[in-house]
């Protein structure tokens, strides 16, 4: 039981102070905006065997940092390609998410924020 539990809700994803499960987040980003917010959202908060829990937080941190490098490369990489291909839609164009989704995603980060830090003023 406790294998099906490791895979379907790992403790780690489950244990931000807003109760949220990380995946409900992540799914409304593109693949390397969501992983990196994956290793944003469980730094700290998982172990590794023969790592010391900081060196384990430092270790998600520089993974998101790939991730969010690794988008930048590819928006630059389409950009370029955008400026030199005469069509109007480039042919490795990720998905555009709605503004509807983003502010509903940017509001639950708000709400969740002020669940946790009630005196904290967000603009």
């Not at 291909?85 to 940017?106: I, M, T």
Request: positive net charge.
């Amino acid at each position: 039981m406790k294998d099906k539990e490791n895979v379907n809700h790992p403790k780690h994803y489950n244990s931000h102070p807003s109760g949220v499960e990380c995946i409900d987040i992540i799914r409304h980003y593109c693949y390397d905006i969501g992983a990196a917010i994956k290793y944003l959202w469980r730094a700290g908060l998982k172990t590794e065997e023969g790592m010391t829990d900081r060196d384990k937080e430092i270790e998600d941190l520089r993974k998101a940092i790939w991730y969010i490098n690794d988008r930048i490369r590819q928006l630059q990489t389409e950009s370029r390609s955008d400026a030199s291909d005469n069509s109007s839609v480039s042919s490795r164009a990720l998905p555009k998410r709605s503004s509807r989704s983003r502010w509903r995603v940017l509001s639950w980060f708000a709400a969740a924020r002020r669940r946790i830090l009630p005196n904290t003023r967000t603009s």
